[in-house]
């Protein structure tokens, strides 16, 4: 499915989008940052194809593009699907049976940490600290978060996304 999703996303459309960006932005100061916040928002994520145009239009090394993508965890190499579920696995979370629902979410969804589902709908990842402790187990799907989670409320709470 990977390399579908990716020549989906790798368009002449696309291209196009991101010259306009990086053309629009390049002689700013700390041009780097925002030119890649709009290359994930047009492709929905940054691969080495779309990092090897912004290195070359930037003239910056490709190997500083990649470092400032794989640091920064708002950046992603590869799609995302529509759906991102984030389960904390930190302490609390941890001992309040997180492992369980991680286990859930993998066996309902057929996909692994940082996996995405086939349908493109579900990708699923390990957090940590979400700042919600007293709601322990907590998992975040976009921007809605659920506590006080039991395995056996994950097929209800997939079941509103599907």
Do not use: W
Request: proline share 4%; net charge negative.
């Amino acid at each position: 499915m990977e390399k579908q999703v990716m020549k989906e996303i790798l368009n002449e459309k696309n291209f196009a989008a991101l010259d306009q960006s990086i053309e629009a932005n390049k002689d700013r100061k700390g041009a780097l940052m925002p030119i890649l916040h709009e290359a994930q928002n047009i492709f929905g994520a940054l691969p080495i194809e779309v990092q090897t145009i912004i290195s070359e239009k930037l003239d910056i090394p490709l190997a500083e593009v990649y470092g400032v993508v794989t640091f920064y965890s708002q950046f992603s190499l590869v799609p995302k699907g529509e759906f991102v579920i984030g389960l904390c696995l930190g302490t609390a979370c941890y001992v309040k049976g997180a492992q369980n629902i991680l286990d859930r979410l993998e066996t309902e969804l057929g996909i692994k940490v940082g996996e995405t589902s086939e349908d493109g709908k579900f990708t699923l990842e390990a957090t940590r600290c979400l700042g919600c402790c007293g709601l322990a187990p907590v998992m975040v799907i976009n921007e809605k978060v659920y506590g006080r989670l039991e395995p056996g409320q994950i097929t209800g709470i997939l079941k509103q996304y599907k």
